[in-house]
Every structure is written in C-alpha cells, then in structure tokens.
C-alpha cells in the first residue's frame, strides 16, 4: 500500500522516532557502560532497551513491507536514492541481528546472564553453543559500532536535505510538521 502525499504516515513516523530514541540511548550506554556510566549498573537497562527494540523493528519490519514510503524529490540523484535505500535496508538489518547477537551472547551456558524485561519478567535465554555466543559477543561490538556510523550519517543526510539542499526529506518524518507547507 502506498503511503499518501509526500510524507510518512502516523504510524511509520511514531516508529521511527520511537526506535531512534531507543537505539540512542542503548547506544549511549554500550558505548560508555564502562566509563562514563562505570557503577551505574545500567546494562539490566540496556538489555530491556534492546529487547523492546527487537520487538519493534519486527513489527516496523512488518509495515515497512506493507506501505511504501514517500518518493524522494525529483531533483535526488539515482545515484543517491540506490544509496539512501540500501542503508535503509542496512539499517532494518542492524535493528533486527543487534539485539539478537545481545540476546545470544547473553546466553552463553558457560556464563548465562538474566535477560529481565525491566524487572516485570526474565526473556528465556536461547540455546546456543558457548561458542556461538563468543562469535555473538564479537559481533554484537562490531555491530555497535556500524550502527553508530550508521546513524552519524543518517543524521548528517537529514540535515544535508534540511538545510543545504532545502527540500522537505526532514520535514516530512517529524511529528509536528504540517500536512502540506
Ligand atoms: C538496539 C539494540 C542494541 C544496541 C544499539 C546495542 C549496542 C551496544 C553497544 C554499542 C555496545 C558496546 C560494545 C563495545 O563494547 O564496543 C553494547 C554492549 C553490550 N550489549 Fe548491547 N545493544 C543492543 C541490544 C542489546 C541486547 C538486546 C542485549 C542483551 C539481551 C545487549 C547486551 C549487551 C551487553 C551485555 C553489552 C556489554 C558487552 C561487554 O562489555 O562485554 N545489547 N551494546
């Protein structure tokens, strides 16, 4: 189904917005849990972050698949538009296999840790190998990273079109932006 007008639709809007306030903070505590936030025990936060996250994206996922986002302007390169569309692709990706590579390492029989829910009740930690846990680990940091480069240039493309190229790219994923100016 297609989406109406040039911009997003409610519901593709509060899950992008919803989900990138989620990553931003689960990346701020990945990335500093063990210097800036040392003794603050913030991971149990940062897996229930990430959880609420995987189940999210899935039904992001979902929609994604049943709506078509609003076209780019006319004036964007072909070139860009490929681009634009394969980091969103890549950035679907990175929702979905960065909290699961968390989950699995999580689950490692040698040292499995609690994966609580905000306290409210434990996700059953899965059945994987020590050794698939070890390789989830590695990749859960190589991921964070990626996804942190990720978003400084979605961030930066969203502006570019903001201020530089002044089309309406931004403006029509923000929340309080009316319908037509
Ligand atoms: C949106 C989802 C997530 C993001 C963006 C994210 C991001 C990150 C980042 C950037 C790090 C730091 C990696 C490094 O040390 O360089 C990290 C560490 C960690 N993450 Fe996640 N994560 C997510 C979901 C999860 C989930 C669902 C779990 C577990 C269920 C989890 C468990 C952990 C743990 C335990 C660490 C500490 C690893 C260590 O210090 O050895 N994460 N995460």
Do not use: C, Q
Request: charged share 15%; glycine share 8%; proline share 7%.
């Amino acid at each position: 189904m297609a989406l109406r007008g040039d911009r997003y639709n409610r519901g593709a809007i509060a899950f992008h917005w919803a989900i990138a306030a989620l990553v931003l903070v689960n990346l701020f505590i990945g990335l500093f849990h063990e210097t800036l936030l040392a003794g603050l025990r913030v991971m149990p936060l940062h897996k229930a972050i990430g959880a609420t996250v995987l189940v999210l994206s899935i039904a992001r996922l979902g929609w994604r698949l049943t709506h078509r986002p609003p076209a780019l302007p006319e004036a964007v390169p072909g070139w860009e538009r490929a681009l634009a569309n394969s980091l969103h692709w890549l950035f679907y990706a990175l929702l979905l296999i960065l909290p699961l590579t968390g989950w699995i390492f999580s689950s490692n029989p040698e040292r499995p840790r609690p994966v609580s829910w905000f306290g409210l009740f434990d996700l059953p930690l899965l059945p994987v190998s020590s050794g698939a846990a070890g390789a989830a680990h590695e990749a859960h940091e190589l991921l964070g990273l990626l996804m942190t480069a990720l978003v400084v240039l979605h961030i930066a493309a969203a502006l570019r079109h903001h201020f530089l190229l002044r089309d309406r790219v931004l403006v029509r994923m923000l929340p309080w932006a009316d319908r037509h100016g």
